[in-house]
């Protein structure tokens, strides 16, 4: 039996494919402990000019650089650190820095689109920056946004992903069975934030749903 070839993300970047879709929805994760794990199977799903994701992941400030580049190597889209101000584009991921909350913004000054911003009030959940920062400046854009939360330890993200459903975002989170801690997406599901769980694979699939247009219309599947 010949072995499975798996093309490497920079020939799939290139490869002549359709379009995808995009409805125009902002995606935002955020992940703690086992939470990596989780990315780089959703990442690795991501089409080259798949929706702009946000990311919070609570990482130490040494490992930030290398986890964006380890994600990177593993998608067909970008990932990159975030910087304040770069405008969000089809087929790129932005990964927070430490020691900043990573938000939903508009330029100063510039075009009616939207990008990365950075707050730099004070830690909230013990972390900075917060997953719940994250998902509460997505809620501004309402149905136009969907919130992931993943692996990882206590409730960060739960109260922000409750305010995104609340505003008419879409939202989803890791079920126990594949979560290494099942802790952010429990307390999620606790409040009522969660719409739907599955595995990392799973989630992408929903992702990629949720941002897909449908026949001239937006998905609300």
Known sequence: ???????????????????????????????????????????????????????VQHIP?????????????????????????TPLSVGHAYLAPTDRHLVLGRPAGGPATWCCRFDSAPEVNGFRPSVDVLFTSLAQIGEKAVGVILSGLGRDG???????????????????????????????MEVGAVERQGTPAGLAAQILRLCRTHEGRTSDA
């Open 1 to 55: 039996m010949k072995p499975r070839i798996v093309p490497r993300p920079d020939l799939v970047r290139s490869a002549k494919r359709q379009p995808f879709p995009w409805n125009g929805r902002v995606v935002g994760i955020g992940a703690s402990a086992g939470g990596a794990e989780a990315l780089m199977e959703i990442v690795a799903q991501l089409p080259p000019d798949g929706p702009p994701i946000l990311i």
């Open 61 to 85: 400030a040494l490992f930030v650089k290398g986890l964006a580049e380890h994600l990177d190597r593993a998608s067909p889209s970008r990932v990159v650190v975030a910087e304040a101000g």
């Open 158 to 188: 739960a109260a922000g992903l409750l305010a995104l459903r609340q505003a008419g975002g879409r939202t989803l989170g890791q079920n126990a069975a594949s979560s290494i801690v099942y802790g952010m997406p429990k307390a999620a």
